[in-house]
C-alpha cells in the first residue's frame, strides 16, 4: 500500500536550517507529485508548494518562495524539504502528501515532521 | 489568493446530519471542480474523504457527501457518529501554482 514516511522531529535556532524527508513506498515515486503542508500549533493547513519528482520542477506558495527549497531523489524515492533563515514563527509541523491517480486531491500523507524553533 | 472559507466549529447530536460550508470565488472553487474535503483527528495526519467534489475514496462511509453550488462547496454528515467528531478542511486547486485551503471546522458530536 501507499505509504509515505517522515524524517522525525526537529529542534533549531533561529537562523539555522531544517531539512525535513519524506520516504516514498507502495508506488512508482516518479508517477505523482509531492506537496508540502504546514501547519502552525493550533491553526490550518497552508500549501507550501510541491515539486514533480520526475523533472525535478518545483513550485512554491508565494508565502514560502524566498526560504524553502523542495527537491527529490528518485534512487531512494524520496522527497525532501529544507526550510532556511528560521523564524519562531516557523514553528509547525510539516507534512508531505502525494497528488495520486484518482484526482486532484492529496491521497496519501505522511506522518508529519513536527520543527520547534526555540533559542 | 485568500484561504477558504469555513465556519470555525458546527455541533450536532449523534444521528443527526450536519453540513460544513466552504466559501471561495470565482477563480477557485467556482472554476474547477477540484474541490477536496479532508478529516483530521487530534494529533493524526489529515485523510482525505471526498475528493472532485463528489467523489469518495475507496473505504470512506457513504455517510460523508459533498456537493457545490457556484462559489460555495459543502460537506454533508449524515447519521452523526462519536467518530466523526474532528477538525475538517476543504480544499480546492485554483491555478497551475495555486492550491488553497480552507481554515478548518472543528465537528463536535453532542
Known amino acids: 500500500q501507499v505509504q509515505l514516511v517522515q524524517s522525525g522531529a526537529e529542534v533549531k535556532r533561529p537562523g539555522a536550517s531544517v531539512k525535513v524527508s519524506c520516504k516514498a513506498s507502495?508506488?512508482?515515486?516518479?508517477?505523482?507529485?509531492i506537496h508540502w503542508v504546514r501547519q502552525a500549533p493550533g491553526q490550518g493547513l497552508e500549501c507550501m508548494g510541491w515539486?514533480?519528482?520526475?523533472?525535478?520542477?518545483?513550485t512554491y506558495a508565494q508565502n514560502f518562495q524566498d526560504w524553502v527549497t523542495m527537491s527529490g531523489d528518485t534512487s531512494i524515492s524520496t522527497a525532501y524539504l529544507e526550510l532556511n533563515r528560521l523564524k519562531f514563527d516557523d514553528a509547525a509541523i510539516y507534512y508531505c502528501?502525494?497528488?495520486?491517480?484518482?484526482?486532484?486531491?492529496?491521497?496519501?500523507w505522511g506522518q508529519g515532521t513536527r520543527v520547534t524553533v526555540s533559542s | 489568493q485568500s484561504a477558504l472559507t469555513q465556519p470555525a466549529s458546527v455541533s450536532g447530536s449523534p444521528g443527526q446530519s450536519i453540513t460544513i460550508s466552504c466559501a471561495g470565488t470565482?477563480?477557485?472553487?467556482?472554476?474547477?471542480?477540484?474541490v477536496s474535503w479532508y478529516q483530521q483527528h487530534s494529533g493524526r495526519a489529515p485523510k482525505v474523504i471526498i475528493y472532485?467534489?463528489?467523489d469518495r475514496p475507496s473505504g470512506v462511509s457513504d455517510r460523508f457527501s459533498g456537493s457545490k453550488s457556484g462559489n460555495t462547496a459543502s460537506l454533508t454528515i449524515s447519521g452523526l457518529q462519536t467518530e466523526d467528531e474532528a477538525d475538517y478542511y476543504c480544499?480546492?486547486?485554483?491555478?497551475?501554482?495555486?492550491?488553497?485551503f480552507g481554515g478548518g471546522t472543528k465537528v463536535t458530536v453532542l
Open positions: 502528501a502525494r497528488v495520486g491517480p484518482a484526482g486532484i486531491t492529496l491521497d496519501s
Open positions: 507502495g508506488y512508482r515515486f516518479s508517477d505523482y507529485y
Open positions: 515539486i514533480n519528482p520526475k523533472s525535478g520542477r518545483t
Open positions: 470565482s477563480s477557485d472553487i467556482g472554476r474547477y471542480n477540484y
Open positions: 472532485d467534489v463528489y
Open positions: 480544499g480546492s486547486y485554483a491555478s497551475s501554482s495555486t492550491w488553497l
